[in-house]
């Protein structure tokens, strides 16, 4: 069953040669459940053979039934309960406006320039319309609380039930959202252009000259295009540590209990709604942080050659053999 759900305990299948004048339900919590938990309700009661019970973590539940002369029996039973969601991750589609517009903040307009580290392409957040890293939305940013923004919690109200004024996270509204883009003089399409030295007069972007001269272009492109998203190789489905969208569905799925926020906070539970509020700040504020580290550069190298950039210092196409995709390998593993 999933968590804060209702559990519906019958007993009516006891039988014996007299009646059945009592039913206790002894409660222990186990599993999932936080260490040290003290039940509100541990043992129940009644004379009915049924009971509803909303139910917050894994129980150990014992029946015992006593009959007219005394006679006792005892059953006992687990239920598992599990988080609401699986904190399952897909990335964000969005559709931008034609390549290298002006109308669209996040389009970078760096262009290649000699001596200075080019900007090949930047991923950013969907949660925000510029190139600003922001991983977590929404943002863990230290200030107040995160309550009602990135989750929701509320009571269990269940007087004869095992957690009975109990809180828990009803609702969680935290997602990972990523996507990359390209800067757009990486394209055929490009608009940045230099006095072309094979036509004079002319002007070439830096696509078509490196395509020309029979450059590795195409295979820098998509190298950029894997480093950006799920990494060499890489796909929703098997993500590859290369990439930056990989290298965070990496970190997110690796250790579900400890990096994934929406099953990190599905496990809170407490009597102390300050208490569990507190927790999932931290906690929030906590997987923000490392998912940043995680999805940073230096990721794997995948790919390097040399390329044609135009250097405006000696006003004149340079052929560089520094061009490389990926700069170390210290993203953690899938």
């Excluded at 690796?254 to 906690?283: C, I, R, Y």
């Amino acid at each position: 069953m999933v968590r804060g759900g209702h559990a519906f305990l019958d007993a009516s299948a006891s039988a014996g040669p007299v009646q059945i004048t009592w039913y206790r339900w002894d409660f222990t919590p186990e599993g999932d459940c936080p260490a040290g938990l003290t039940l509100a309700n541990p043992s129940v009661t009644a004379t009915a053979p049924t009971l509803d019970i909303v139910v917050l973590c894994d129980l150990l539940v014992k029946l015992t039934v006593h009959d007219l002369y005394g006679a006792v029996a005892e059953q006992t039973t687990h239920i598992p309960v599990d988080p609401r969601t699986t904190g399952g991750w897909t990335p964000t589609k969005v559709s931008l406006v034609p390549q290298g517009s002006s109308a669209d903040p996040r389009t970078p307009k760096d262009d290649f320039l000699w001596g200075q580290k080019a900007t090949m392409a930047r991923t950013v957040s969907a949660c925000r319309l510029d190139s600003q890293n922001l991983n977590l939305c929404p943002p863990t940013d230290g200030l107040g609380t995160l309550e009602g923004t990135a989750f929701n919690v509320t009571d269990v109200y269940d007087l004869g039930g095992p957690f009975h004024g109990f809180w828990f996270m009803l609702q969680n509204n935290v997602y990972v959202k990523q996507i990359g883009l390209f800067n757009p003089n990486l394209f055929q399409s490009s608009t940045i252009t230099h006095p072309d030295p094979d036509r004079p007069g002319k002007q070439v972007n830096w696509f078509t000259f490196n395509q020309r001269h029979h450059r590795p272009v195409d295979a820098f492109i998509a190298a950029v295009r894997m480093h950006e998203r799920w990494g060499k190789n890489g796909s929703a489905a098997n993500p590859n540590n290369s990439g930056h969208v990989g290298a965070l569905a990496c970190y997110l799925r690796k250790d579900q209990t400890h990096h994934n926020p929406a099953v990190v906070l599905e496990a809170l539970v407490g009597q102390q709604k300050a208490e569990v509020v507190s927790h999932a700040n931290d906690s929030l504020r906590r997987i923000e942080s490392e998912l940043t580290a995680a999805s940073n550069d230096p990721l794997p190298i995948i790919w390097s050659g040399n390329l044609s950039e135009w250097n405006p210092a000696k006003h004149s196409w340079v052929l560089s053999s520094s061009f490389q995709v990926g700069a170390g390998n210290q993203a953690p593993s899938c």
